[in-house]
């Protein structure tokens, strides 16, 4: 693909990238070594960080003996459960971020493989991928979180419904922001365009820092009437907040 930027890439359709991704010979992402058709050989997948059973169930934070973590018992989110697959560390860090602002989708299908490992036999009516705001996915050309729920809903058999929310407010980056703070800032941030009365969403984004725009997109899901509201992410960062 010599000649084409990342801009000219990202305004081919969905498909057509993808399939050139897996297509194209390749060096390792992590290693450097001949690829093939994959972005990281078999050798470096399993070698990736991954969470181990020992986190809190709500919000999959590394605890001891996998008990709730101390945040959750003392504030409970709204949403019920959360699954992420690796530890946000290196090289799924940098993983995340190719495919992120790089159009990366070899790597997505990596990504994507470790959320249907830890997915387990979990079941629900519907996926939703984490919103992005219209002015973000015309800066990126899509929805990470968008194009991993289209391939983790088609292994599972559950539909995807990619505008069951939008994104009203487009929030500033909350790295290094207060806990309070950026809950102040992503509150009424999204909206249920239909009602998901009794309804079980499984959730699908590619990080979980302090949890605090997971937590709003389930408050407006269980106000619309979800009666579940279960997370499945990427990564997890070390440490909470």
């Known amino acids: 693909m010599k000649g084409l930027s990342n801009n000219h890439v990202k305004q081919w359709p969905g498909t057509t990238r993808r399939l050139l991704g897996k297509l194209w010979p390749q060096d390792c992402f992590v290693c450097g070594q001949p690829g093939g ?6 050798s470096c997948e399993l070698e990736l960080p991954r969470l181990g059973a020992a986190c809190c169930p709500v919000c999959a934070l590394p605890t001891p003996e ?9 504030s409970p989110p709204h949403f019920d459960a959360t699954r992420a697959a ?22 997505g299908d990596v990504l994507t493989r470790g959320l ?5 036999d979990l079941s629900a009516d519907c996926i939703v991928p984490m919103p992005l705001h219209r002015t973000r996915i015309a800066e990126r050309g899509f929805n990470q979180s968008l194009e991993l729920a289209k391939e983790t809903g088609h292994a599972l058999g559950i ?10 407010i487009n929030t500033a980056h909350q790295a290094g922001l ?7 800032n992503l509150r009424g941030a999204f909206r249920c365009v239909e009602p998901v009365a009794g309804l079980h969403v499984l959730v699908i984004d590619d ?6 725009t997971l937590n709003e997109l389930a408050r407006t899901l269980k106000l619309a009437g979800a009666a579940r509201v279960t997370n499945l992410l990427v990564a997890r960062t070390p440490r909470d907040g």
């Open 159 to 168: 539909p995807v419904l990619p505008r069951l929310v939008e994104r009203d």
């Open 207 to 212: 990080v979980i820092t302090s949890g605090a």
């Open 66 to 74: 996998g008990q709730r973590c101390g945040q959750c018992l003392r």
């Open 86 to 107: 690796f530890l946000y560390a290196h090289p799924v860090r940098e993983m995340i971020l190719a495919l992120k602002f790089g159009a990366a989708f070899a790597v």
């Open 116 to 120: 249907l490992a830890v997915a387990g």
């Open 37 to 42: 058709e994959v972005a990281v050989c078999a």
């Open 178 to 184: 207060p806990i309070q703070q950026r809950r102040k």
